[in-house]
């Protein structure tokens, strides 16, 4: 199978890129990236050492993408992945559309020309924000969750949020961008009858994950509290009560191995939640309280000053994609969490390597 994975010096990229190369099933794996994103650099010597041919280009720029290889599946991990993109004065909105919606459609483009098929890793936050804000949820060992005997909007439960939850806008500017994207790859794949699959993905996280506190929230709070960095509790009464799931990116490779193998399948299954679930999913109190059991104690700030797009929970339940390709998490929070550590200790200058220039 020769595979091209977009983004594949980012975090997600760079380790589906090692997973497959070190799989043994004999992939040809080939990789785009515009090394725009700090760290991403640092990837680059390890996949050409595992025999990836990487290309450096921009996907907003279709000519980029002629001197590509033909290919049969295209993995796409490239997009601007913040929430705050486009608002927080560090990426202009244009860039974000153009970044995650436009790299989308030259992509898009690229397989119907090649013929092959388009895996889309997509994101929780294409689900409707003002539900979620609102949903009710009580604290429960240091961590939000859905208030016990609550009526809870359609599409979610205890175990998380399914597909059919809305997502009406808003969603922030990212969301919009992701879920436009999943929109057009459906249609390129059912206009010209290329196989499509989107993944929308829970927090993705796992060791050398760039520490940014609004992407890679779990790598970002390890890092930080290691070297006694300044962490504050934003919103929701400055508790840190606020919960989300985790899942390493490795485990989404056997999922994508069925897909790339799978027949024609309906419209409503070629889209599926990719997460954790409940049983990773962990509040910023309860990561505090690991970090200080394996760092020592550092004291978090409270500021109850709230920020555009924050929700007090959000789990992906990951049930369709278990009836649907009987795929599961393989590794625990726990794991997750140690590896982080180590890579931490290891790379003293992690946080400054991966912060925004």
Known sequence: MRILITGICGFVGSTLARTFAQSGAGHQLFGFDNFIRPGSETNRAELKRLGVRLFHGDLRNASDLESLPAVDWVIDAAA????????DGRTSSRQLVEHNLGGTVNMLEFCKQHRAGFVLLSTSRVYSIAPLAALPVEAHEGAFRPTTGAALPAGLSAAGVTEAFATMAPI?????????????ALEYGATFNLPVFVNRCGVLAGAGQFGRADQGIFAYWLNSHLRRRPLKYIGF??????VRDCLHPRDLAPLLEKQFAAPALAAEDRIVNVSGGAASARSLRQLTDWCDARFGKHAVAADTTPR???IPWIVLDHAKATRLWQWQPQTPTTAILDEIAAHAQAHPDWLDLSAPL
């Not at 601007?80 to 608002?87: D, E, H, I, M, Q």
């Not at 922030?172 to 057009?184: D, F, N, Q, R, V």
């Not at 009464?237 to 606020?242: F, P, S, T, W």
């Open 308 to 310: 555009p797009f924050d």
């Open 80 to 87: 601007n992945p913040s929430v705050l993109a486009g608002v």
């Open 172 to 184: 922030s500017l990212y969301g919009s961008t992701k879920l436009a994207s999943e929109a057009l």
């Open 237 to 242: 009464g400055g508790h840190g009560h606020q």
